[in-house]
């Protein structure tokens, strides 16, 4: 029998970086999704998985299946998405909660959310070596989460439907591990006096990170703008933000978003807008003029399910 399961991807919302070193940030699973799909076959292991970017993520998962659970070899695997993994929306991540869950139906292994993540979280530090996990949680969880590093807190933060973003698209992939090395480099090899700089930075984001979370539960969007826009300023201040994304942020602010940032490790990837909704079309048109594209996607989104459970 085949076992279907899909999963979000995600966005970054508030507090990236900063959560690599033990602070918090919130993220939310997009209504885009990666479907997986396992069938049990006699001897061969075959993977088709066309959109998927990194097969070690697929192929980690199998084998940490393999050695913990002692499962068989004949798998056949393949997966679909509703979405480019040039936006950053996690695919990889997505694809490696899918996965997990879809095996653990196939065997009849019972997982909890939280053991699925665990297990996610430990497949990405594999095949990556870096990286706080929010992604996988997101996949995994769904919802609007706080996050902190590692999964040491996950909550999900309530909020009734899905906040009012329009995410923009800047035409260029960002090489997340890449740019977290390099902000570890710097803050490794710096004198005391610049560490303690980016230290600061990671604590006025962690607060900006608190505040967030208060205020998307009272859905005021005018403090959560201006929020937004901080946070903004503090990751330029650490130098990952790019021209482009700069642009389409301002862009998006001059046409009467509440605010605008860059979400996810910057350098290219997507930058997020809180808009009112009379002003969305306007919005959209503004960021569209600084040459970035418009991504339609929801959030709020659910987090892995089996797609034929029984
Ligand atoms: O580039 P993204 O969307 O995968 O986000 C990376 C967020 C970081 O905080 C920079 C890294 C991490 O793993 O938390």
């Not at 665990?118 to 990405?124: D, Q, R, W």
């Not at 090489?175 to 710096?190: E, F, Y």
């Not at 990837?269 to 306007?282: F, P, Q, S, T």
Request: glycine share 8%.
């Amino acid at each position: 029998m085949k076992i279907n399961a899909s999963a979000p991807g995600k966005l970054m919302l508030f507090g990236e970086h900063a959560v690599v070193y033990n602070r918090p940030c919130i993220v939310t699973a997009v209504s885009s999704r990666i479907y997986v799909s396992v069938e049990k076959t006699s001897g061969r292991f075959l993977i088709d998985a066309p959109q998927v970017k990194d097969l070690r993520f697929v192929e980690e998962t199998v084998k940490m299946f393999k050695n913990r659970y002692q499962v068989g070899n004949g798998l056949t695997i393949q997966t679909h998405s509703d979405f480019s993994h040039q936006y950053g929306f996690g695919s990889s991540s997505a694809v490696t909660v899918a996965l997990i869950s879809a095996l653990a139906k196939t065997y009849q292994l019972y997982l909890s959310k939280k053991e699925i993540f665990n297990l996610g979280y430990k497949i990405a530090l594999e095949v990556q070596g870096v990286g706080s996990g929010f992604d996988i949680a997101a996949a995994t969880f769904g919802g609007v989460l706080y996050f902190v590093t590692g999964g040491k807190e996950i909550k999900p933060i309530k909020t009734e439907k899905s906040l009012p973003l329009v995410v923009g698209y800047s035409g260029v992939k960002a090489d997340t591990p890449k740019i977290v090395k390099r902000l570890k480099l710097k803050i490794k090899s710096q004198r005391s006096k610049s560490q303690l700089t980016i230290q600061k930075i990671f604590n006025l984001i962690e607060k900006i990170v608190l505040a967030a979370k208060l205020e998307i539960t009272n859905r005021n969007w005018k403090k959560l703008g201006e929020l937004m826009n901080e946070n903004h300023r503090l990751l330029q201040k650490l130098d990952v933000s790019t021209k482009k994304l700069d642009k389409m942020c301002q862009a998006a602010l001059k046409a009467g978003a509440y605010g605008a940032k860059l979400s996810g490790a910057g350098g290219g990837d997507c930058m997020i807008a809180l808009v009112e909704d009379n002003k969305r079309e306007d919005v959209k048109k503004a960021i569209e003029s600084v040459g970035g594209q418009i991504i339609k996607v929801n959030n709020n989104a659910e987090g892995v399910v089996i797609l034929n459970d029984d």
